[in-house]
């Protein structure tokens, strides 16, 4: 029996793992997490931005998108500020698809991005509704997933590349029907927000090409290829792990791993790692 075409969400997010952004982050309110597979938008799981889109591969179209900060506040503020109107997180994503190949493989091409300002430093809200942009340097994410379904031999081929300014965190996951989520990748953030943002640079952030095994619905089976893993050690035949304890990899890996705290507050951890080695 072939599989059949599905909706699945993927989700794309940014967050700050700490409870403040530290002194070169002015104190600004973090989202105190760790990586997660939680749905985007609920408490605790919040993110500086949350980037969220359903895509019909039956219908072949995104039949939703979503861009939006949770509320943040400021250390000289006493509440939270909501961004919303001209002053929420921009998002965008186009929808390619190719003439199925056999009548049995589909192709879906996403190529999308998200931006968005910290309209809590003063003047910048003032700025952005009168002139449409703000001095506060922009949050900005890019990224290209390529999915392949092949509804004869049942199972679903997605690449993904996520680049961006590398800070702050991201991580990346898609979520089949039936509500199996599954990591696509993760990021710990490089540098300190003044400079890293104002770059504007495009830093590779997260990569991998995975294979996922379909039930007839299109819901994932319990099993995860790594297609990099496998061309990097020059492995003859795919290796699968069960979707536990792939997600696992990437939600136990500490939030801060590798990146110098002395940049956010007055901590050498992680400062010297490379020198240890």
């Given at each position: 029996?072939?599989?059949?075409?599905?909706?699945?969400e993927?989700n794309?997010r940014s967050?700050?793992?700490?409870?403040?952004?530290?002194?070169?982050?002015?104190?600004?309110?973090?989202d105190n997490r760790?990586?997660?597979?939680?749905?985007?938008?609920?408490k605790?799981?919040?993110?500086?931005?949350?980037?969220r889109l359903r895509l019909?591969?039956?219908n072949s179209?995104i039949s939703?998108i979503d861009?939006?900060?949770?509320?943040?506040?400021?250390?000289?503020?006493?509440?939270k500020?909501?961004?919303s109107?001209?002053?929420?997180?921009?998002g965008?994503?186009?929808?390619?698809e190719?003439?199925p190949?056999?009548?049995?493989?589909?192709?879906?091409?996403l190529?999308?991005?998200y931006?968005g300002?910290?309209h809590a430093?003063?003047g910048?809200p003032q700025?952005?509704e009168r002139?449409?942009?703000?001095?506060?340097?922009t949050?900005?994410v890019k990224?290209?997933?390529i999915?392949?379904?092949?509804?004869?031999?049942?199972?679903?081929?997605?690449v993904t590349?996520?680049?961006?300014d590398?800070?702050?965190?991201?991580?990346?996951?898609?979520?089949?029907p039936?509500g199996?989520?599954?990591?696509?990748?993760?990021?710990?953030r490089k540098g300190?927000p003044?400079?890293?943002?104002?770059?504007?640079?495009?830093?590779?952030?997260?990569v991998?090409a995975?294979?996922?095994?379909?039930?007839?619905?299109g819901s994932f089976?319990?099993?995860?290829?790594d297609?990099?893993f496998r061309?990097?050690n020059?492995?003859?035949?795919?290796?699968?792990?069960?979707?536990a304890d792939w997600?696992?990899?990437?939600?136990?890996i500490?939030?801060n791993?590798?990146?110098?705290?002395l940049l956010?507050?007055?901590?050498?951890?992680?400062?010297?790692n490379?020198?240890l080695k």
């Amino acid at each position: 029996m072939a599989i059949q075409l599905a909706n699945y969400e993927i989700n794309i997010r940014s967050f700050h793992p700490e409870k403040d952004f530290g002194w070169s982050g002015l104190m600004f309110e973090g989202d105190n997490r760790g990586f997660s597979l939680k749905p985007s938008g609920i408490k605790p799981t919040t993110s500086r931005i949350w980037h969220r889109l359903r895509l019909s591969t039956k219908n072949s179209k995104i039949s939703s998108i979503d861009t939006i900060s949770d509320p943040s506040k400021a250390p000289w503020e006493d509440k939270k500020r909501i961004y919303s109107g001209n002053l929420a997180p921009k998002g965008r994503v186009t929808l390619k698809e190719k003439p199925p190949t056999n009548n049995s493989i589909y192709q879906y091409q996403l190529d999308g991005q998200y931006g968005g300002v910290n309209h809590a430093m003063p003047g910048s809200p003032q700025m952005q509704e009168r002139l449409d942009f703000s001095y506060v340097p922009t949050l900005n994410v890019k990224y290209k997933i390529i999915i392949d379904i092949d509804t004869v031999s049942g199972h679903m081929d997605i690449v993904t590349y996520i680049t961006g300014d590398a800070f702050p965190n991201c991580e990346a996951f898609i979520v089949g029907p039936g509500g199996q989520s599954i990591s696509l990748g993760i990021h710990v953030r490089k540098g300190a927000p003044p400079l890293s943002l104002s770059l504007n640079a495009d830093y590779p952030m997260i990569v991998s090409a995975l294979r996922l095994p379909l039930n007839n619905n299109g819901s994932f089976k319990g099993t995860v290829g790594d297609e990099l893993f496998r061309q990097a050690n020059k492995y003859p035949k795919l290796s699968f792990h069960k979707i536990a304890d792939w997600n696992y990899r990437f939600t136990s890996i500490p939030a801060n791993s590798g990146h110098c705290m002395l940049l956010e507050k007055a901590s050498l951890e992680n400062c010297f790692n490379g020198l240890l080695k």
